[in-house]
């Protein structure tokens, strides 16, 4: 098999000797256009970097495989994969093995201590050489109430510790068990308006697909208080951003904290996209650049494990 590596800062060479009776090749996708790669490859090694719509696929006329260590596949074009019998190895329905990574979560809960302890703010101030403790009084979690939309693996990672920060938790989620597996976690199910209603932080936890693009704008806004805030680890398509940016600019919202955008670029070049000029002359809104998932830990287990999958598949 001729094997394509696009993002070689996620699969490094001891992770690739399992490949070694196989010809690897390198091009970065940070360096160079999909389109201008060598074509001949069975199998395509990316990650979400690398976008794969019809038009990057059928650069690829042998292609075989995609392997992406994640578990959201929306920067590939599965109907095309289908379509053309190409197989995507990813982590989507590894529930056993996805149990043990928890970098996106811990970051969530990151996000939300940052925004209501305006930690990113304080800290620039400092480096402005200031020290100005009535400046940046924030509000403790302590007795707060947690919204988690999608009560999955992360939603569930998210009600144990907001337990551990004695909040209240409240979810909503549509799938058949959910309302049992909430009680596990001492978790009050609530319809999707009440979540937004009640809560004074609410974490999105749902996948992206045709039904949540965009499920969550200017009405879920209207409903939420005052004071709440609004954390976002998993899509930016689900949220409608001209919504929230006037929700941020109208004060009907605290604030946000957002990994994820609906325009996300690849290094080294500019994100346009105007939350991010919002967030450079306001502090209610923080902004990573969808590091969620990117921990030294996380990336050896999931890059070792969709590996594996593709090894056992090829043998």
Not at 230 to 258: C, H, P, W, Y
Request: glycine residues 6%; aromatic residues 8%.
């Amino acid at each position: 098999m001729k094997i394509l590596v696009t993002e070689p800062r996620i699969y490094n060479e001891e992770f690739l000797d399992v490949l070694n009776q196989h010809e690897i090749y390198v091009e970065n996708i940070l360096e160079k256009s999909i389109l201008d790669m060598d074509n001949n490859a069975d199998v395509l090694l990316i990650a979400l970097d690398t976008k794969l719509n019809e038009k990057e696929l059928s650069h690829f006329p042998n292609l075989k495989y995609i392997v992406t260590p994640s578990t959201g596949t929306d920067h590939i074009d599965e109907n095309y994969c289908t379509k053309k019998g190409v197989k995507i190895i990813s982590l989507k329905g590894e529930t056993d093995f996805l149990k043990n990574i928890t970098a996106t979560a811990e970051h969530a809960f990151g996000l939300i201590l940052s925004l209501t302890r305006n930690i990113p703010s304080a800290f620039n101030s400092v480096k402005e050489y200031e020290w100005d403790r009535e400046k940046f009084v924030g509000n403790e979690l302590n007795g707060k109430t947690l919204g988690i939309l999608g009560f999955g693996r992360y939603g569930k990672i998210m009600a144990k510790y907001a337990k551990a920060f004695n909040m209240d938790v409240i979810a909503y989620d549509p799938s058949k068990n959910a309302k049992e597996n909430m009680k596990k976690y001492d978790v009050t199910f609530q319809p999707w308006d009440k979540v937004f209603q009640k809560s004074d932080i609410v974490s999105i936890h749902i996948n992206l697909n045709e039904k949540t693009h965009g499920i969550i704008g200017k009405k879920e806004f209207e409903l939420m208080k005052n004071d709440a805030v609004l954390i976002n680890t998993s899509r930016g398509q689900m949220v409608v951003e001209e919504d929230l940016l006037s929700a941020l600019g109208k004060n009907k919202i605290f604030g946000a904290a957002v990994d994820v955008l609906s325009t996300e670029n690849q290094k080294g070049h500019p994100i346009v996209n105007p939350l991010v000029r919002y967030s450079k002359k306001h502090g209610n809104l923080i902004i990573t650049p969808h590091i969620g998932g990117s921990t030294h830990e996380s990336i050896d287990k999931t890059v070792r494990f969709v590996l594996k999958k593709l090894t056992t598949t090829l043998n």
